[in-house]
């Protein structure tokens, strides 16, 4: 189960001036998967994040952190329930269908619109903890937007954030050993971020086709070491 946003989705990932989903790098990832016999679903929408609604406001924020607020992680948009009658992810639509992983795309719509730094923080923790209740077995991946290194367009503060985040879930459940960040690392989100009309669109934020294709091998990479992980494997 990806998790994300428009970068999520491929937006501007475009061959022959037509946008073409399938080259986006949860795509690419995707299609890796099948061949190993695990099906993929991606929930993501334009403009979305932790406390974020996308779409123009249409879709819930992935995980608002606030009472009575409605929130994407445990329903399809906003109407129906992902959760079964023990509370659990249901990827299939019955008991005992909880995903294998969860990899949350999520921190770049925040950041580059000034979000809140520590309800980022607590959002994404707090997210971290209710997936683990839901999904007691499955491996979460917290990815680093690829862009966020590249301080013009993402302050220095979020990438900060997000590491602090994650190490907080990390601190606070010691034995929880299902948890992996994915990051490609400073020179790439570098090279991709800085090369406008090569490998990202001109907002410095979304990747183009040939980004993706950079990207999508790193993250494939980090699911492929859990894959092969001793502690647990799929």
């Not at 879709?59 to 606030?66: H, L």
């Not at 409605?70 to 249901?90: E, K, M, P, Q, Y």
């Not at 966020?148 to 590491?163: D, I, M």
């Not at 602090?164 to 010691?174: E, G, H, L, V």
Request: glycine fraction near 10%; charge should be negative.
């Amino acid at each position: 189960m990806v998790v994300g946003s428009s970068r999520t989705e491929g937006l501007n990932a475009i061959v022959g001036g037509v946008q073409d989903w399938t080259k986006d790098y949860s795509a690419l990832v995707a299609n890796v998967l099948l061949s190993q016999g695990i099906d993929t679903c991606v929930s993501a929408c334009s403009g979305s994040d932790y406390l974020i609604a996308g779409d123009g406001g249409q879709v819930p924020a992935y995980y608002p952190n606030a009472a009575g607020q409605t929130a994407r992680w445990n329903v399809i948009d906003s109407g129906v329930s992902l959760l079964d009658s023990n509370s659990h992810i249901s990827a299939y639509g019955s008991t005992n269908t909880e995903p294998k992983a969860i990899a949350l795309d999520l921190f770049s719509n925040g950041a580059t619109t000034g979000g809140d730094v520590t309800a980022m923080k607590a959002a994404m923790v707090a997210c971290m903890k209710a997936l683990r209740g839901a999904a007691p077995n499955a491996w979460i991946f917290i990815i680093v937007p690829s862009g966020f290194y590249y301080v013009p367009t993402y302050p220095a503060e979020y990438l900060t954030a997000l590491n602090d985040a994650f190490s907080s879930y990390q601190s606070a459940n010691p034995s929880d050993g299902r948890v992996q960040l994915i990051d490609i690392g400073h020179d790439l989100s570098m090279r991709i971020t800085s090369a406008v009309d090569l490998y990202v669109n001109e907002d410095h934020v979304h990747p183009l086709e040939a980004g993706h294709a950079l990207i999508a091998p790193v993250i494939m990479s980090g699911i492929q070491g859990a894959l092969s992980s001793p502690t647990y494997q799929f």
